[in-house]
């Protein structure tokens, strides 16, 4: 429904391009206010979602209005008229400390605090909200002893009654995990953990019962505790799995080919009913399984195991994050489940590919997976908001200088129509695996066919690769990768920017280099066999910096044959741009190359001014629509609210091109302007623009994630319509 970046919302004074994150939220009892932690702000925020479709920021409450300002908050939960903001007030990893500040609504007015003893984690409340639970971690030092365990102070939970709706009333008590010795309680010393005298609560839920539910991450359990006795009643190993076929080698391949052994160690935990318990399994500093998992609390046994299945699913949807690969893959950290639409669905958010899975839980112990959800960076709050249909997910990750921004996502059960915007493209099995893609960075119709493009990926990954996609699937569906070989059969990596499938058979690709000189042409084979390199002319070579071929398109057959390249930036009198443009400001090179006589010829394009600080105007794409013209992308550096030109442009170009000194600047008249289709998923708006092509007079883009590398990973296929009449 909509995307929020919670920058938007900051106190006045404050700079927007300060880290202000949105961690952990929770909802008014009408669901029209949204709360959420900002601990890098150390605030917690405030928004509006009376309209889903469009969220409007109220304020914000800073921690030294609520008594500290060094304070941060770790959690929130609304109980009545009141907002619990759970407080970490810790001096440091040995004297940890901890408050709970109860806030009024109404006036955002701080009614009652208490202490917590320590410094505290998460919260939850029961049903009947007479009861909470609050975690109180006193985690460990991660740079002490390779944060190997204990790290004394215990850690244990506190319980706060509330018999009244009145704060006044309000008694925490604590409920001790060690003995006073510091030896861990039976049930904990028999249960199995990693080191039970260090247990580090860090997750809690409560069911209908009223008997929470804590995981122990570190530890790698899970304890129950009866909320009316304050007792420990149950206590648990997650225990250690054997994960095959899962990528284990950040080496930029994604190869579904290692195994690993690990502790679950799970992070959030929800009931599904009063029996059955669902955890999801970050890992921590040993393990993470790399999925969720669904316990059965009467027998401490497991009911369901989702396996090595997100981990795939990441794959299929263009979503894993190879630079994860040796740490925890998806990182599955925040969950929840909720009765929406007359369903029990479980919610699973993936820190590392920045989804959430959305699963049917009709049947606790064997969950059906349902759809994926695109989230921003670092989804860490999952909030399901029952009575108006609603899902928030928070995410943490806040990046001003990679333009990526916290933000919370709303999204609702059904849609104002029904309509499925995600995924728009997905990769097929083969091998029994999903195959791995992303950073889609160029596009072209393959002649003589219908429903069938190509597709390159850029240096995100090691090698050069070759897609094909189904354009008859929705979403589109990318049928099989070849990886680019050099003349003896050897995987290159090459930063591959553009591809054209040649009337011939095979491809020209397009190949952006670190320097000039390693900007180049190259044809390949249909396999991706390299059978020629072409390089740039060394007089235009001598003045590309970082920022050369974006795009390239060929047309025509045997002596007619030509390839078109586009130059993504202006050529530069100093490669690295401080001496200005040799063209004139804002001029960019389209390139035309005869493969008969191995000439080249050039072609001014003047961009679009940008005032904006740190922005800048280039070519992404190139397509000949047919022997005179030629259509790119321009696009702007820009992305989320803050995207302004993502742009298509047809050319004529002459039949001959003029000498440098007199670069003949062409013309430029609008064919799509992109913007609009991009904003319409509501999600987070892609900066990448980078592939463009016509299939069947039909326009189709794609955008590039970067293999989600300073990027939030969704990559969105655009289908625009017929080109229009007078494009070419």
């Known amino acids: 429904m909509a995307t929020y970046p919670v920058y938007q919302n900051v106190p006045a004074g404050v700079d927007p391009l300060e880290e202000t994150v949105a961690e952990i939220s929770t909802a008014s009892k009408d669901g029209r206010t949204l709360i959420y932690t900002d601990s890098a702000g150390k605030r ?12 409007n920021g109220l304020g914000t409450l800073s921690m ?69 639970i609050i975690a109180i971690e006193n985690e460990r030092d991660e740079d002490v002893n390779d944060g190997e365990l204990p790290q004394l102070p215990a850690g244990f939970l506190q319980v706060v009654d509330m018999p009244t709706a009145s704060p006044s009333s309000w008694v925490a008590t604590k409920v001790p995990l060690t003995t006073a010795t510091g030896a861990p309680i039976p049930m904990l010393a028999a249960a199995g953990l990693d080191t039970p005298r260090d247990p580090e609560p860090e ?3 409560i069911n209908s019962r009223g008997v929470a539910a804590v995981t122990l991450q570190e530890n790698n359990g899970i304890v129950l505790v009866d909320l009316a006795t304050k007792k420990v009643t149950k206590a648990w ?138 989230t921003t960076n670092g989804p860490e709050g999952v909030l399901p908001i029952p009575s108006r249909g609603l899902l928030a997910v928070s995410s943490e990750v806040d990046d001003s200088d990679a333009q990526v921004r916290s933000s919370v996502n709303l999204f609702k059960l059904g849609g104002p129509d ?32 219908t429903n069938r493009l190509a597709a390159v990926s850029d240096s995100a990954y090691a090698t050069g690769r070759i897609y094909q996609i189904n354009t008859a699937k929705r979403p589109a569906l990318i049928t099989s990768a070849v990886d680019v070989t050099d003349e003896s059969g050897v995987a290159v990596g090459l930063d591959l920017e553009g591809i054209s499938a040649r009337a011939a058979g095979g491809y020209w690709l397009g190949v952006e280099g670190a320097t000039g000189a390693e900007n180049a042409l190259v044809r390949t084979t249909s396999a991706g066999r390299i059978q020629q390199r072409v390089s740039l002319p060394a007089d235009i070579a001598a003045h590309v910096g970082k920022w050369g071929i974006e795009g390239v398109s060929a047309i025509g057959t ?29 001029v960019a090179r389209i ?98 623009l980078e592939g463009f092509t016509v299939s069947g007079g039909t326009m189709v883009a794609v955008t590039d994630n970067d293999g989600l590398d300073d990027a939030t990973g969704e990559t969105v296929f655009l289908r625009l319509g017929a080109l229009p009449d007078g494009a070419n």
Do not use: C
């Not at 908050?73 to 008229?81: A, I, L």
């Not at 599904?272 to 318990?277: F, H, T």
């Open 237 to 374: 190993s997650a225990g250690i799995v054997t994960r095959t076929r899962v990528d284990t080698l950040e080496d930029g391949n994604i190869s579904l080919t290692g195994t690993i052994t690990v502790p679950r160690e799970p992070d959030a935990i929800a009931w599904v009913d009063d029996r059955y318990l669902a955890t999801a399994n970050e890992g921590d500093w040993k393990g993470g399984s790399r999925g969720w998992t669904v316990f059965d609390s009467a027998t401490k046994g497991i009911a369901w195991d989702s396996g090595v299945s997100l981990e795939r699913l990441a794959v299929k949807y263009g979503l894993h994050n190879e630079g994860r690969a040796e740490n925890k893959g998806t990182e599955p950290e925040g969950l929840a489940v909720a009765t929406m639409g007359g369903k029990r669905y479980a919610f699973v958010a993936s820190e590392r590919s920045n989804f959430v899975a959305a699963y049917d839980m009709t049947k606790p112990m064997s969950p059906v997976f349902r759809l994926l959800l695109p």
């Open 44 to 55: 917690i925020g405030f928004v509006d979602i009376s309209n889903a479709s469009a969220p």
């Open 418 to 449: 029904n309509r499925l915007e995600f995924p728009t493209i997905v990769s097929a099995y083969a091998g029994g695996a999903p195959i791995g893609w992303g950073a889609l960075s160029g596009l072209s119709a393959i002649p003589g066919t």
């Open 558 to 586: 045997g002596a007619d044959e030509v390839v078109y390249v586009a130059l993504q930036r202006p050529l530069w009198a100093d490669p690295a741009g401080a001496d200005g443009p040799i063209d004139g400001e804002n």
């Open 591 to 688: 390139g035309r190359y005869s493969v008969a006589t191995g000439t080249w010829s050039w072609f001014g394009y003047r961009l679009t001014t940008t005032t904006t600080d740190g922005d800048w105007m280039g070519l992404s794409e190139i397509t000949a629509l047919d022997a005179n013209t030629v259509a790119v992308i321009e696009r702007d550096k820009l992305n989320g609210p803050n995207a302004r030109v993502k742009r298509v442009y047809a050319v004529d170009v002459p039949a001959k091109g003029a000498p440098a000194v007199t670069l003949p600047i062409l013309p430029k008249r609008l064919v799509v302007d992109v913007l609009p289709a991009l904003r319409s998923t509501r999600g987070w708006t892609r900066e990448k």
């Open 203 to 205: 997750y809690v839920t």
């Open 64 to 132: 030294e209005q609520l008594g500290d300002a060094d304070a941060e908050p770790t959690s929130v939960h609304v109980v009545g008229g009141f907002v619990l903001v759970v407080v970490d007030t810790s001096a440091s990893y040995v004297e940890p400390s901890g408050k709970l500040v109860v806030v009024r609504l109404s006036d955002r007015k701080v009614v009652r605090t208490i202490s917590l003893g320590g410094q505290p984690d998460s919260i939850d409340v029961s049903a009947d909200e007479r009861r909470a």
